[in-house]
């Protein structure tokens, strides 16, 4: 029992440190200590954030082939491949932790591991993508600025060119909403339509409302995350309204509303059965984006093949220089 009671106490002082250190806002890096809960909790929302990424490929990467011209085709490309660069910057910050990135591909694959409901949705028309670009990259604007400052160093610090990276999406986004708002009346409708379908689902990115999201108060309290969803969702409602009237379009909320005594827009209630449907895999593209994952890492089983030989082959002749040269 004393062995154990003096267990428990070193346990105490070491939380209590960690706790402190996050308070004086400093950050927390790989080798050091922590407790278990926090290590656990980081990986889940890291791991969430890199499948979110990587899935989130598939909705536009549909539009490359379809992209109205030379100068959008290229801007989308630079951009669906931004996104694979930041699934892969966080599934290394994911492994720091300790975990292996096959494990965690398995998760996503088998279902285990969530990733952003917003993924689910299918692109109609091109217009989707100009507003994937602005609504959905916005919305990850705004919830990941704030991640920047995140207490555990290697996701604090992937984020920093991660949002530069946003910032340039949301942009091309909007620029495509803005020539199509200025277009035909046609174009215009086509922009509207986005909008109707992409607005709700933008909103529900945040994350569930700050009383049913078990998580919000402990990565609060850790440094992890620095704005409620609740908090970030409102902020995003109040910078996108105004844009959408700049395009002339409307927000498909009746409710939406200024609010002169708090300088917020009031929306209405969000669909949070659907936002579960969705997220427990029953929204209207869950398994086809699933199936196209576990595709796409079948297929490329013989470039992890390759890349492990040549691998060996070069610590083998760091080794043995002279034997490999002949062999
Ligand atoms: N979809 O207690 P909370 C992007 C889950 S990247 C699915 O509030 P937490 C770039 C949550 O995981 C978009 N599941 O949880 C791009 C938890 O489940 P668990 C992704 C959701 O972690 C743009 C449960 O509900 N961004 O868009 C969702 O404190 C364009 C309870 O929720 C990130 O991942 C959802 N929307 O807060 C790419 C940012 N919301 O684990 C391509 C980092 C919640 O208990 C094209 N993540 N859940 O089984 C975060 O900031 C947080 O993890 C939240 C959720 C805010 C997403």
């Known amino acids: 029992m004393p062995f154990n009671a003096e267990q428990l106490n070193m346990e105490l002082s070491l939380e209590q440190k960690f706790q402190e250190k996050i308070d ?103 217009a989707d993508i100009g507003t994937i670009g602005w609504l959905v990259d916005g919305a990850a604007i705004m919830n990941q600025v704030p991640l920047c400052r995140c207490s555990y160093g290697p996701y604090a610090r992937a984020m920093v060119r991660v949002c530069k990276e946003e910032s340039f999406h949301q942009r091309q986004g909007f620029e495509i909403l803005l020539s199509l708002c200025q277009g035909s009346p046609e174009q215009k409708a086509m922009a509207q339509d986005a909008l109707n379908r992409w607005w709700w689902p933008s909103l529900m990115m945040f994350g569930p409302s700050d009383v049913d999201s078990p998580h919000t108060q402990q990565s609060m309290a850790w440094n992890i995350k620095r704005f409620s969803n609740d908090e970030l969702r409102q902020r995003f409602v109040d910078m996108t309204v105004p844009q959408a009237e700049l395009l002339g379009i409307t927000v498909p909320d009746p409710e939406l509303k200024f609010n002169e005594a708090t300088s917020n827009y009031d929306f209405g209630e969000i669909d949070w059965d659907e936002f579960w449907q969705v997220v427990k895999g029953h929204g209207p593209c869950n398994k086809d984006r699933i199936a196209a994952r576990v595709k796409a890492h079948e297929d490329g089983a013989w470039v992890r093949e390759a890349s492990m030989a040549y691998a060996e082959k070069q610590e083998q002749r760091k080794l043995n220089p002279i034997e490999v040269k002949t062999a």
Do not use: C
Request: hydrophobic share 35%; glycine share 6%; net charge neutral.
């Open 24 to 126: 004086r806002d400093e950050r927390i890096e790989p080798r050091d200590w922590m407790p278990d809960s926090y290590r656990k909790t980081l990986v889940r929302q890291i791991s969430q954030h890199a499948h979110s990424e990587i899935v989130g490929m598939l909705p536009e990467g549909n539009w490359i082939s379809r992209a109205p011209s030379l100068k959008r085709k290229l801007g989308l490309m630079a951009k669906v491949q931004d996104e694979a660069g930041h699934g892969l910057y966080l599934y290394s910050a994911a492994e720091t932790l300790g975990i292996e990135r096959d494990t965690l591909i398995d998760q996503l694959h088998t279902g285990k591991a969530k990733y952003s409901s917003i993924f689910n949705y299918p692109t109609l028309t091109w």
